[in-house]
């Protein structure tokens, strides 16, 4: 039986098409990593990435051992994910060129098998293997993103500002507000990994949790 793959299943979730879509995006499981700064010169990215994805492979490979968790089944890491806003909460498109302020919550999705006795299980386990990573940066949560809009950005992470503008437009046209409260923030989806991918191929989910428009 084939891994099962969050990207296939939920296509409208991973998968949207260039032209900008509505979405409920219901509660799901993440291993997060807080932090701040610009990602391309951040040692903390670097690490906090670093770490999700110790974490999720320990989970993933465990089948190989002896500690199975309770309703393990075979499945593809989903992929890394951002939460992003910046300080003083100012407005992601309006700041998008001060990368030295983001503050970003970086996350990979879990599997519903994983508890919190799983999650403190993988990290003991990335403490032994990999003594270098820190595990306790990392937490386990639920979240519920709840009424987004979002759309394929293709092309580099720089030239995100005129998709975010599109985005921005249908979110008006189509009676709504970008709301951004709490976790509910600019929320990227990375489909490529810029280490293999040329930047003008890159595939981002952008969305942006919105609210209805308020009338007096």
């Not at 610009?38 to 492979?57: F, I, M, Q, R, W």
């Not at 386990?125 to 940066?137: A, C, G, Q, R």
């Amino acid at each position: 039986m084939a891994a099962f793959d969050y990207k296939k299943v939920y296509k409208n979730l991973y998968v949207p098409k260039t032209q900008t879509s509505l979405v409920d995006v219901p509660k799901m499981r993440f291993v997060m990593v807080d932090g701040e700064g610009d990602p391309n010169t951040s040692e903390s990215y670097k690490t906090a990435v670093e770490v999700l994805y110790g974490l999720s492979y320990t989970i993933k490979m465990s089948k190989k051992g002896t500690d199975v968790p309770e309703g393990y089944f075979d499945y593809v890491v989903p992929p890394l994910e951002g939460l992003w806003r910046f300080q003083g909460d100012a407005y992601y498109d309006k700041a998008i060129g001060k990368k030295d302020q983001f503050i970003w919550t970086m996350m990979i999705r879990q599997p519903e098998f994983v508890t919190q006795n799983v999650f403190e299980w993988a990290k003991a386990k990335l403490s032994v293997n990999k003594p270098e990573l820190e595990p306790s940066i990392a937490r386990l949560e639920d979240f519920t993103e709840g009424l987004c809009a979002q759309i394929m950005h293709i092309g580099s992470y720089d030239d995100e500002p005129p998709t975010i503008a599109a985005l921005e437009a249908f979110i008006k046209e189509k009676g709504y507000r970008t709301q951004m409260l709490g976790y509910r923030q600019h929320h990227e989806i990375y489909l490529g990994d810029p280490r293999k991918t040329a930047p003008e191929k890159l595939k981002t989910v952008i969305r942006h949790p919105i609210a209805p428009v308020i009338t007096q």
